[in-house]
């Protein structure tokens, strides 16, 4: 019996060795990944730099980049090819921030994402993200990212965590729409080697384009097309793959799911009803397109509300779905939709 209970007990001390190991070299795991001496923003003060008051005219703008962010003081310091020599600064307004696990998963970096006005005439609002990321060195988080965006009053950016994307780290995407033709643009932020950079692959603006993060994984979608962004992690850089249907995500009971396809430079569909459930979603899929053939959907915004390839029903009642051409002038199909 003895002898029995001391094997139990060398048992024990064993798994409880066992999991303080494997916790110890996760976390050594995690300093080394901090040991990669992560790039920082060089730190500037306002007593060594000029307010954006002193007479900064429009041309700032032309090549400006942000240097460094101070979060501690909301203080952001920039300057451009013209003005090499200054450093200038403004304050900001932070308007939403949020943590992604971009360099570590110990230690989340936090992502802040503000306006400021670089000029003192207050007439030019930029949109910025900054991020911070814990320095192993100064024990303390650090601002190691900084980009902006000149958008129009009516634009917003809209910034996503892309979860586990590159080598079980996370990326995010910061996507706005733009133009007449509400042209999608993205930029993808991830950390390569020791620097934490836009990595965006090279892609024009997606004529009123669409999103959708699964698993680590960029969706995109142009009327009936769609691409995929991934990992490459032999050529150690995200590619853009053309897909040959859209995907169907979060497919439920009682959804419905309707098929376009491709022959004789046309469009068609086998539906011409469809009846749904108001709780239900229709899923829009495609077969046979051609990559360069551009189509419109036409839909009634009080009664669906897009998103991706996916139309959710906002209100019961009779509505119409029209699938025209680009240029909004031929007729490709019709199909009439109640919800009930």
Known sequence: MQKSLKILILVLF??????????????????EELNQEL?????????????NDFNLSFDILEDLQIRYYDFENKLLFFNSKKTSDSIFYANTTIDTSFFANITS???????YIGTFFPTKHKK???????????SKDEEKYENSFNSFYLLDNSTFIN???IGQMINGKDCIIASYYEGSGNF?????IGKL????????????PIDDGEIWIDSGKVFLLESLTAKLINWNEKNKKLEIMQLDSIPIFNYRTGDKIINFDYSNNEIKSKYKIVVLDWTSIIHLNSKNIPFDFYSRIQYDSE????KFNQLIPKRKGVTTLLLLDDSFGILYEKIKIIIN
């Open 39 to 51: 790039k920082f923003s060089p730190k500037f003060k306002v007593e060594n730099c000029y307010d």
């Open 184 to 188: 999608l643009e993205f930029d993808i």
């Open 303 to 306: 009664f669906f509300e897009k």
């Open 14 to 31: 064993s798994l409880i060795y066992l999991s303080c190991e494997n916790e110890n070299n996760k976390r050594s795991s995690e300093k």
């Open 105 to 111: 998963t110990e230690f989340p970096d936090k992502v």
């Open 124 to 134: 030019v609002g930029l949109t910025f993200i900054s991020i911070y990321s814990f």
């Open 193 to 204: 080697t020791n620097k934490i950079q836009e990595i965006t692959p090279d892609l024009t």
């Open 159 to 161: 910034c996503e965590v």
